[in-house]
T-cell receptor, first 114, second 115 residues
Framework: KQEVTQIPAALSVPEGENLVLNCSFT??????LQWFRQDPGKGLTSLLL?????REQTSGRLNASLDKSSGRSTLYIAASQPGDSATYLC?????????????FGKGTLLTVNP | DTGVSQDPRHKITKRGQNVTFRCDPI?????LYWYRQTLGQGPEFLTY????????KSRLLSDRFSAERPKGSFSTLEIQRTEQGDSAMYLC?????????????FGAGTRLSVL
């Protein structure tokens, strides 16, 4: 059974700091890995998707990397801002069948202090 | 509106009552998913539709739960004889079939509280 673990569970940083969120998964037979953002009481917004054949993806101040062989991904946020405060979730899609269901970690709660 | 819409946003019910949630996916998306999220946890997969066909159900989905997607458009999730353990956020997501690049777009969710 695929298990996804995110470290740390919570992180508090001052505004402007660069930071790294970590995600690990136990089964490397994945189609892709995605990072999502969730604001309190809200749904999820996809930030970055890395296909299994890719090493990294970038969007603005966000950079996500994938090392499929070691079962690890990192999300790098540059020059953090208070608006980045949210829960960040990592999710993988396992190979097999037509169902691209996501298996999520528990998330990292990020607080960026002004 | 081009996003995934869920209704209602909040539902409070008494134990033993039946509840029904609705999800309207992005119009051209043929795939639709339901997930459940409890406090402090990531979302967990419940069930998946491709067009109108329900192709997979999680073991989390007991026989009190039923989902439909008539004509491959909107979907409903019904919970019969609700229990306090059913209290959670129920999330709906939709996507097009893009293989390894498949991105799921989530609605804002329905928060269920069973008293």
């Amino acid at each position: 059974k695929q298990e996804v673990t995110q470290i740390p569970a919570a992180l508090s940083v001052p505004e402007g700091e660069n930071l790294v969120l970590n995600c690990s998964f136990t089964d490397s037979a994945i189609y892709n890995l995605q990072w999502f953002r969730q604001d309190p009481g809200k749904g999820l917004t996809s930030l970055l998707l890395i296909q299994s054949s890719q090493r990294e993806q970038t969007s603005g101040r966000l950079n996500a990397s994938l090392d499929k062989s070691s079962g690890r991904s990192t999300l790098y946020i540059a020059a953090s801002q208070p608006g980045d405060s949210a829960t960040y979730l990592c999710a993988v899609t396992l190979i097999g069948g037509s169902n691209y269901k996501l298996t999520f970690g528990k998330g990292t709660l990020l607080t960026v202090n002004p | 509106d081009t996003g995934v819409s869920q209704d209602p946003r909040h539902k409070i019910t008494k134990r033993g009552q039946n509840v029904t949630f609705r999800c309207d996916p992005i119009s051209e998306h043929n795939r639709l998913y339901w997930y459940r999220q409890t406090l402090g946890q990531g979302p967990e997969f419940l069930t998946y539709f491709q067009n109108e066909a329900q192709l997979e159900k999680s073991r989390l989905l007991s026989d009190r739960f039923s989902a439909e997607r008539p004509k491959g458009s909107f979907s409903t999730l019904e919970i019969q004889r609700t229990e306090q353990g059913d209290s959670a956020m129920y999330l709906c997501a939709s996507s097009q079939d893009r293989g390894r690049a498949d991105i799921q777009y989530f609605g804002a969710g329905t928060r269920l509280s069973v008293l």
